[in-house]
């Protein structure tokens, strides 16, 4: 199929597709791939957010695709998950965290995550079917990974990454699903919220695909110094590829949330 054309005047020009991204360490490899596609210059505008923000966005019909938590999918109109790539983790991810000064057996209160809505909804399925605790959930405001409130804290990011170490008990989420589940977990897809052009589609799965298999390349473009190993943590911590295995792990997430009615 064939890119949408308008005419304005006497001019023809090719329709954007209007794409968000997380700003994440995570997403790395993702953007050196898209930004570095020639192809996709001419078939895309770039944005960039925190989870919450780009989900946002995308429900709002202000951009027209977005790699976004999976628990924000149920909330886009139209949704369809486009590529074979997300945002994935067997058994250790450690940038999606809860953390502690106490062990979660003693913990009273959980404090979420405003940057994303994935996690807070998975913390309290493992909360119910993992770890048998009844904590009170209470949304975190810019900060809160810091203050001393005596609550265990749901950080998620370069944000867990650089605070992980100021705890005393730190639970790794993909390793928690791994040990309840024995399914690896998907932390964020790639969704549209229309129909888009085989054209575009396939010139961003072949930059991401482009941009998975230069991981090094990737990190040297970014340019940025990072105050953990970011080649340890893109190369052995996080997982691209969207298998049928992921697919089935994120229903059943979806199960358990509606079950549970926080879906």
């Known amino acids: 199929s064939k890119s949408p054309r308008r005419t304005d005047g006497y001019c023809t020009k090719i329709m954007k597709t209007?794409?968000?991204?997380?700003?994440?360490s995570n997403t790395i490899p993702f953007t050196y791939g898209l930004l570095n596609s020639k192809n996709l210059h001419d078939l895309a505008d770039?944005?960039?957010?925190?989870?919450?923000?780009?989900?946002?966005?995308?429900?709002?019909?202000?951009?027209?695709?977005?790699?976004?938590?999976?628990?924000?999918?149920?909330?886009?109109?139209?949704?369809?998950?486009?590529t074979?790539?997300?945002?994935?983790?067997?058994?250790?991810?450690?940038?999606?965290?809860?953390?502690?000064?106490?062990?979660?057996?003693?913990?009273?209160t959980i404090t979420l995550d405003y940057q994303s809505r994935t996690t807070n909804i998975l913390v309290q399925i493992l909360a119910r079917y993992a770890w048998n605790i009844s904590p009170r959930f209470v949304m975190g405001a810019q900060g809160y990974e810091t203050a001393d409130d005596g609550s265990a804290k749901v950080i998620i990011g370069d944000r867990a990454l650089n605070n992980a170490s100021n705890f005393l008990y730190v639970y790794d989420l993909a390793n928690e699903w791994y040990k309840a589940f024995h399914l690896p977990f998907v932390f964020a897809a790639w969704v549209a919220n229309k129909k888009l052009s085989d054209v575009f589609v396939n010139e961003f799965e072949a930059a991401c695909k482009f941009g998975v298999e230069n991981i090094e390349d990737a990190i040297a473009f970014i340019n940025k110094s990072f105050s953990f190993d970011i080649r340890d943590y893109l190369?052995?911590?996080?997982?691209?590829?969207?298998?049928?295995?992921?697919?089935?792990?994120?229903?059943l997430y979806f199960e358990k949330a509606r079950a549970m009615k926080i879906l």
């Open 18 to 24: 209007r794409v968000s991204i997380i700003n994440y």
């Open 46 to 82: 770039f944005s960039y957010g925190y989870p919450a923000q780009v989900a946002d966005m995308l429900c709002q019909n202000q951009v027209d695709m977005s790699i976004i938590s999976v628990g924000a999918i149920p909330t886009i109109p139209n949704a369809q998950i486009v």
């Open 84 to 108: 074979n790539y997300c945002i994935s983790a067997t058994q250790k991810v450690d940038s999606v965290l809860v953390c502690s000064n106490k062990p979660l057996d003693e913990v009273a």
């Open 235 to 251: 190369h052995n911590s996080v997982e691209y590829e969207l298998s049928d295995e992921k697919r089935t792990s994120m229903e």
